[in-house]
């Protein structure tokens, strides 16, 4: 299991610094993706399946699911689609698909050849136990991550509707 966390952090920083590095924000959407379910692979590995899932669930589904889309809704204009197609190359996945590729197969390894033994302490952790340390001790920070995130989401908002409308 020690392998296993350490490959898919090695995976996560590798596709994190795909992400600052890159120009193009649809490669670095992709390369974002790969990093989140990365960090999940972590969690699995170091024996919290459901921060794992609730990882791939919140954050590389719904989370992707609005950058992608304030991503195609700030690209308006008459050269998007020789944008999109430049994008949808095949060469463009390459990096992407073969980081998934070995966080599969780092998965498979993981599901196949443990009995249930995880990285610390041997327990799992249920959702009972993540719910209670994050509204126990640790609730002043969740509240002050959700504030934070609300406020970058209205900035968001609110430069590109200023951009917007410096362009029509």
């Known amino acids: 299991m020690e392998f296993a966390f350490y490959f898919a952090a090695g995976v996560a920083v590798l596709a994190t610094l795909r992400v600052v590095t890159h120009t193009n924000p649809v490669h670095a959407l992709l390369y974002l993706i790969i990093s989140l379910l990365a960090v999940a692979m972590c969690f699995f590995a170091l024996g919290a399946p459901f921060a794992g899932v609730l990882e791939i669930i919140v ?5 992707m699911v609005l950058f992608v889309f304030v991503v195609m809704m700030l690209n ?3 050269s998007v689609s020789n944008q999109e197609h430049q994008w949808l190359r095949p060469g463009t996945w390459i990096g992407p698909a073969l980081l998934a590729l070995l966080l599969l197969g780092e998965l498979l390894y993981v599901l196949l050849s443990t009995t249930g033994n995880t990285l610390i302490t041997g327990d799992t ?3 009972k136990t ?8 640790y609730l002043l920070a969740v509240e002050l991550a959700s504030m ?18 410096e362009l029509s």
Do not use: C, N, Q
């Not at 954050?59 to 989370?63: F, K, L, N, R, S």
């Not at 993540?130 to 001790?137: A, D, E, F, K, R």
């Not at 934070?148 to 409308?165: D, I």
């Open 76 to 78: 308006l204009g008459t």
């Open 130 to 137: 993540v719910g209670i340390s994050l509204y126990g001790p």
């Open 125 to 127: 952790v249920d959702a």
């Open 148 to 165: 934070l995130l609300l406020a970058a989401l209205v900035a968001a908002f609110h430069l590109g509707r200023l951009e917007a409308k």
């Open 59 to 63: 954050y590389a589904g719904a989370i």
